[in-house]
Structure formats: structure tokens, C-alpha cells
């Protein structure tokens, strides 16, 4: 049986390829199911994640096929929601490279990374209300704070694509590259974030995903945990001990 997940791991950083080609990377339940036991492993063993899709397609979107006959009771367990909430709030930091469609939950599991990077193909968009549904798994909470209120509401209400172009011109993706240097790019930015203390950059991501509410308190908390840590004693003596060498 093909893989769905094609899983790469290194000390530092997971790389997961979506790969269903026959559906241009269509999210269905096996694949929800991965994502899941991935989420496990991520949790368990810290890393940064790396995701994108085979064939020059991120996700087409949920499998209609399976969505057409889900019910009531199939829409109130979130059974993408769940998948890409844990994606969210995994210890360290996701990266999606997005190259071709990334549209309906497609979209939404890139809406759940940290950092979104495309190509000049990229094209990514909510067409669920032209289906009959709701972009249900993320997109209406997260969409918002990403690109602002009213272009999350043009997009989410219209169904329409941004072209990869209007995507980083909104700030939904951080840079493009070409095709076939877009894993390159992701992998450079993981290394660069490797490169940090591994406690600063978790404490970092638990900051900037808490709420309003919370801060700064929790900053302030998150601060005196690494000004007592051994590594930032290390990492400040080694930067002024360069300093003092030019």
C-alpha cells in the first residue's frame, strides 16, 4: 500500500509529503489519521515540521468524496479541526511550502503553520460555501489574524483563489520560490531556526500563540525560565567572547 505521508526525519526538523496524486493531495481520513500519529511523535520528540504536497500540488482540499456523505454528528467531532489544531500547538515551529493548490481544508492545514512559503503556482482559497459547507477547520478564527478581518472575509465569503502574488502581497505567504527550489528554501528555514536555542524558540511560539489576555504576563514568566537556563548563560558569554575578538 502506497504511502499517503512520505516521512522524512533528521535530528533537527520532520519533512511530511502529503502524497495522494491521484486526488492531487486530498485530505481523507487515513491522511487525518497520519497527521495524527505524526503529532504524537512531534510531542513526545520536539522538532520542526515540515510540510508540503507531491506532484506540484500542496492539498486540492478535504476528499469530497468523503465529505459529500459525513453528517451531524461527523461535523461536530472536527475530524480535520482536531488534525490541524494539534498541528497548531506542536512544540515547535511548522513550516508549510506550498507549491500549486493549497484550497478548502488544503488551505486550512497551511493556515495552521507558523511560517508559509510558495511559488509563483501557489494558488490557495476557501471555496466551501460553494459547496454548501463552511471552512469549518481553522479558517474563520485563523485566516482573520493572519490577513486582517476584511480580506479574511473576502476571501472566505467570495470562494475566490489568490494567485501566489496577491498571497504574499497580503502576508499569507512570508517569500516565494521557485518550484524546484521550495524544499530548499523550507529546510534553510528550518536550519536558521535549528540554529537557536531550541527552548527560546518554544517558549517563543507559546507566547505569540496565547491569548490576548495573557500577555504580558506569560512573556514575563516564559523570560525568567531561560534567564535561569545554563544556555543562555552559554550563548551570551559566546557572543560577547566574539565581540571582544574583532
Known amino acids: 500500500m502506497a504511502e499517503i505521508l512520505r516521512i522524512e526525519r533528521t535530528e533537527a526538523h520532520v ?3 502529503l ?3 491521484e486526488t492531487r493531495n486530498a485530505i481523507d481520513q487515513a491522511m487525518i489519521d ?3 500519529a505524526l503529532c504524537t511523535e ?3 520528540h520536539p522538532r520542526i515540521l515540515i510540510i508540503a504536497g507531491s506532484g506540484g500540488v500542496f492539498a486540492s482540499g478535504a476528499d469530497i468524496a468523503q465529505l459529500r456523505d459525513r453528517r451531524a454528528q461527523d461535523a461536530r467531532r472536527g475530524i480535520n479541526t482536531m488534525a490541524f489544531r494539534r498541528i497548531r500547538q506542536l512544540p515547535m515551529p511548522v513550516i508549510a511550502a ?5 484550497l478548502g ?4 492545514l497551511a493556515y495552521a503553520a507558523d511560517i508559509r512559503i510558495g511559488t509563483p503556482s501557489t ?5 466551501e460555501t460553494g459547496l454548501g459547507i463552511i471552512a469549518a477547520a481553522g479558517a474563520t478564527w485563523r485566516l482573520p489574524q493572519i490577513v486582517g478581518e476584511a480580506r479574511a472575509a473576502e476571501l472566505l465569503l467570495t470562494g475566490r483563489q489568490l494567485t501566489a502574488d496577491e498571497a504574499l502581497a497580503w502576508g499569507l505567504l512570508s517569500s516565494l520560490h521557485e518550484s524546484e527550489d521550495l524544499l530548499a528554501a523550507a529546510h534553510a528555514i528550518a536550519d536558521r531556526i535549528a540554529a537557536n536555542d531550541p527552548l527560546a524558540t518554544r517558549h517563543t511560539k507559546t507566547a505569540l500563540l496565547a491569548a490576548a489576555d495573557r500577555h504580558p504576563d506569560i512573556e514575563l514568566e516564559l523570560q525568567a525560565e531561560l534567564f535561569e537556563s545554563p544556555e543562555k548563560h552559554r550563548r551570551m558569554t ?3 567572547d566574539r565581540r571582544n575578538r574583532r
Open 15 to 17: 519533512t511530511a509529503i
Open 19 to 21: 502524497d495522494r496524486p
Open 34 to 36: 497520519e497527521l495524527h
Open 42 to 44: 512531534l510531542e513526545e
Open 98 to 102: 506550498i507549491d500549486g493548490y493549497a
Open 105 to 108: 481544508g488544503g488551505a486550512e
Open 123 to 127: 494558488r490557495i482559497g476557501n471555496p
Open 238 to 240: 559566546a557572543f560577547l
